[in-house]
């Protein structure tokens, strides 16, 4: 019955995002825990355990028709881009969103625990979309003990324990919780879209300020100039400025389509200033969009 019960739901969600042109169900990755593999070298020995917990999971998303992508391709191209653009505090979820490699990515952690009366795993779950800093969703799975040494079962034992019910009483698994989280969150977000920070920073050294008149637009003031571009283009008139000196201008929510990128936001930015005849500097970390006027 849940199986039946989640295929209707990610039925559902597909139909209804046809119908309004968005995307599907979003691409999921697979990721070891960052908690214990910060430090990327490390990924280059994960334990046996770990990867086939990885694989038992990555199984699970593919058969409920989620598209899943192959971490190790993603991390390998990760390191060949570092090697041509080194950086100083490399986070790994957040270079693989940068380059564009899922929509969702889940990190995961296992635990493998061997007793006198039987075998269990551990296995926790947390997924991060690109439009957020934040867990979207998250789950601890606990298989029950059993005489076996077959991680792959015992992670499936692990995410296939019922733990909850929806308003109808029908019966979630852990697994099926997790992604029904996944689908809620994207729902809302096609309607209300991802969410940015932005900070709009004069640069030293720099002639302008935020009270320049631009010549390009009309001899508007920049802090005009920006803000305009801002209203034109967030989802839905949606963006709210937090603070606004002679120097900076600081906007703490800018929403956009939830099926674009920060990276499609970061152009439209570039292109903005281009048409004002400005340099700028783009930093960008996921949820955070820094752009210095020089």
Not at 22 to 36: E, F, R, V, Y
Not at 162 to 187: A, P, Q, R, T, V
Not at 243 to 254: A, G, R
Not at 258 to 265: A, F, Q
Request: hydrophobic share 40%; aromatic share 10%; charged share 25%.
């Amino acid at each position: 019955m849940k199986r039946i019960f989640i295929i209707l739901c990610l039925g559902f969600f597909m139909a209804n995002n046809a119908q309004n042109d968005k995307i599907t169900l979003p691409s999921i990755m697979i990721i070891p825990g960052l908690n214990q593999y910060q430090n990327l070298d490390d990924l280059d020995k994960l334990p046996f355990n770990l990867k086939v917990g990885m694989a038992t999971v990555n199984d699970a998303f593919k058969n409920y028709g989620f598209d899943t992508k192959d971490f190790e391709a993603a991390y390998d191209k990760v390191r060949a881009d570092l090697q041509i653009n080194p950086c100083d505090q490399c986070e790994l979820t957040e270079l693989l969103f940068n380059s564009s490699a899922a929509d969702v990515i889940v990190e995961l952690d296992l635990e493998y625990i061997e007793t006198e009366h039987g075998n269990k795993v551990t296995v926790i779950v947390k997924a991060n979309h690109f439009s957020t800093a934040t867990s979207l969703a998250s789950e601890v799975c606990e298989s029950n003990y059993f005489r076996t040494t077959d991680v792959s079962a015992l992670t499936k034992s692990a995410i296939n324990q019922i733990n909850n019910e929806d308003e109808k009483g029908n019966e979630l698994s852990y697994i099926d919780h997790f992604m029904l989280e996944i689908i809620d969150y994207l729902e809302r977000c096609m309607v209300d879209g991802a969410r940015a920070e932005m900070q709009f920073i004069i640069g030293e050294g720099s002639n302008l300020t935020m009270d320049s008149k631009i010549s390009q637009a009309g001899d508007q003031r920049l802090k005009y100039v920006i803000e305009d571009w801002i209203e034109a283009n967030s989802k839905n008139g949606r963006y709210s400025i937090s603070n606004q000196t002679i120097n900076q201008l600081m906007v703490d929510e800018f929403r956009y389509e939830c099926d674009s990128k920060p990276s499609r936001v970061e152009r439209k930015l570039v292109r903005f200033f281009d048409g004002l005849d400005m340099k700028i500097e783009i930093k960008r970390n996921r949820a955070s969009i820094y752009i210095k006027i020089l």
